[in-house]
């Protein structure tokens, strides 16, 4: 079973407006979430103090809704509160994640759920940039994009076509028509390169530091950027990379900078590659580790650099579940 929430209001105590913005919400709710009427098990409701005039679950059982329990109660009184306001919650036999619906002045109470949004996660090589978007996007029910694999995508092309990434000249000619799509699969993006699955391929560590030179070229970010910007335009998403804060997202909500020391970053790159089974020893990861951030902060297109406005937080010594929940907590307060 799960648990699906809602919220709505009404302009006045008045029993149609509470008729119609009951059904109005309950059908929404069993819209979005696909629920047929077996499946919903009970709803429970609670109104502000300010509604008097009638019973929210007395109304959604005239909006046909009475195969099921329903309950109503009164909430406490509570300075500064949303007033004439319903809520509701469902218990229905379904698995999977559950869309939580906000209508009319409810939206307010769940802006993550209700507004399109943009958080941008920067940092440098290992910071775990990667790993936490991921995690965060799966918790929050919104893309992650993550831009650094289309960067890896442009590096592999200039490799099938023998073309050095210094090369601005030659890779200006292919970059034009470069076929680069992102879908996203059970929360995992996708990425493709002439309409091939290239997300295990563009991983491979050689591919790292090509795609460290190519994407310091300026008709490759301004590509890349732009195709990053329209995702974000169009869906509430995560995006992380080393410019996103500063440069592809400056005006994103949420912003912050990840960073740990370069040992850490190299014992994390080290393990990964273990896992993967790729054999490089650790002190060339360190070294690469530490020319690819001077690479990265000393270019002249959209360097690394941490926006005035983002948060930064050090993960040398946290785990990736302690970092995922700080930044969700820095979200939840500005929501």
């Given at each position: ?166 090369d601005e000249a030659k890779v200006a000619g292919i970059i034009d028509d470069i076929d680069i799509k992102v879908k996203y699969s059970d929360g995992k993006q996708i990425t493709y390169l002439d309409g091939a699955d290239v997300s295990v391929d563009i991983r491979k560590p050689e591919i790292s530091m090509i795609a460290s030179k190519v994407s310091a070229l300026k008709c490759v970010r301004t590509k890349m950027v732009d195709l990053q910007r329209q995702i974000a335009s169009e869906n509430s ?99």
């Amino acid at each position: 079973m799960i648990a699906i929430r809602g919220a709505t209001t009404v302009e006045h105590d008045c029993a149609e407006e509470i008729k119609v913005a009951v059904g109005e919400l309950l059908c929404e709710i069993r819209r979005e979430n696909k629920l047929s009427d077996d499946k919903i098990v009970c709803i429970m409701f609670s109104n502000t103090s300010d509604l008097k005039s009638y019973y929210p679950a007395k109304a959604a059982r005239e909006s046909g809704f009475c195969s099921c329990a329903l309950f109503s109660s009164l909430e406490p009184e509570i300075d500064n509160s949303l007033g004439k306001c319903i809520r509701v919650m469902l218990i229905v036999e379904k698995c999977g994640k559950p869309k939580h619906i906000y209508l009319n002045g409810a939206k307010s109470l769940r802006s993550d759920l209700t507004e399109k949004f943009a958080i941008a996660l920067d940092g440098p090589a290992g910071s775990g940039k990667s790993t936490v978007s991921a995690i965060i996007a799966e918790k929050l029910n919104i893309l992650c994009l993550d831009t650094g694999a289309m960067y890896r995508a442009c590096a592999l092309k200039c490799i099938e076509c023998g073309i050095s990434p210094e090369d601005e000249a030659k890779v200006a000619g292919i970059i034009d028509d470069i076929d680069i799509k992102v879908k996203y699969s059970d929360g995992k993006q996708i990425t493709y390169l002439d309409g091939a699955d290239v997300s295990v391929d563009i991983r491979k560590p050689e591919i790292s530091m090509i795609a460290s030179k190519v994407s310091a070229l300026k008709c490759v970010r301004t590509k890349m950027v732009d195709l990053q910007r329209q995702i974000a335009s169009e869906n509430s998403c995560i995006l992380d990379g080393r410019d996103i804060g500063t440069n592809v997202l400056p005006n994103a909500k949420y912003k912050f900078f990840l960073t740990a020391s370069a040992e850490v970053r190299a014992k994390r790159r080290f393990d990964e590659n273990v896992s993967k089974g790729y054999d490089e020893p650790y002190a060339e990861i360190l070294e690469e580790i530490k020319k690819r951030d001077m690479q990265d902060m000393s270019r002249k297109i959209a360097p690394l650099k941490k926006a005035e406005d983002a948060v930064e937080i050090d993960t040398s010594d946290m785990t990736v579940d302690e970092v995922v929940n700080k930044i969700i907590s820095l979200i939840q307060v500005k929501i």
